[in-house]
């Protein structure tokens, strides 16, 4: 019980990150192209990673072999389908119906879980998904509802982030997680540095007046720090300790900070039904990680049927 709220504890100060490094990631990419911002962002993560590696944890180097690498390599391709078709989705749909489909994933996941682990969500988890799905809905979707394309790509997106999480809690158990943390971070950086070569100026990125903006510098440092090398390294060291559900639902959490740093730091303001939405989606969570008495139902049960 300890090492799953700890492990939930530390899943929740990763979807923090991500969500207040939102708007950072937002006025970075008006000077620095999507792809190019995460091939540098990644790779400059998998520097970091890699040096603590040899540095301190060589030894997990003896640990490489065909399965690991396949592990990591399926992870971060994974990682940057769902970085991809965001960012591909954005050009034709709002941010608010981004928003909503990414975090469809809470649902996903149990959905996707039961095929592939065999795992079946309690039914605190499923009463739990649910209130924060409604949450998404009420936080997210602000204009009209009518699909486009850029929402189908945006549906592949959060595929591939539910798929992410199912995998890195399979894989977690595996292999060590710096190791596996490594392959899959350089994996997004090449494939994310590949679609920058071929689709955009990445020249831009050896411009010292775009690179050394402030805006663009200190979201980099930012989020290859915090962002990318340690959040990835927490998640895929603390999966192993619960299940993809709970992750789902504590990462559905990320557009609830990514709100409210917003309205800190970039003054947006919140509807009330934004406002409701937050509070559905921390309740979700919260739901979700109570304790089932089953002792409780089966107690109720036997006597029902003693009698």
Sequence with gaps: MKKTLIADVSLLLVAFVWGATFVLVQNAISFLE????NGIRFFTAAVLLGGWLLLFERKQLLSINKKLLFSGILLGTLLFI???????????????????ITGLNVVLVPMIAIFLLKQRPGANAV???VIATAGLYLLTM???VKLNIGDGFIFICAIGFALHII??????????????????ISTVAILSSIFSFGFENWQMAFQPDVILTENVLSALIITSVF???LAFFAQTNFQKFTTPTRVALIFAMEPVFAAATAFIWAGERLSYTAIIGCILIFSG???AELPVRKDVFLGKFKRKHAA
């Design 34 to 37: 999507p792809f190019t911002f």
């Design 82 to 100: 769902g970085y991809a078709f965001q960012t591909v989705g954005l050009l034709y749909t709002s941010s608010s119906k981004a928003g909503f």
């Design 127 to 129: 009463v739990g998904v």
């Design 142 to 144: 602000t204009d009209k």
């Design 167 to 184: 995998f890195t809690g399979k894989f977690s158990n595996n292999y060590p997680s710096l190791m596996l943390t490594v392959v899959q």
């Design 227 to 229: 962002a990318t090398a």
């Design 285 to 287: 969570m919260v739901f």
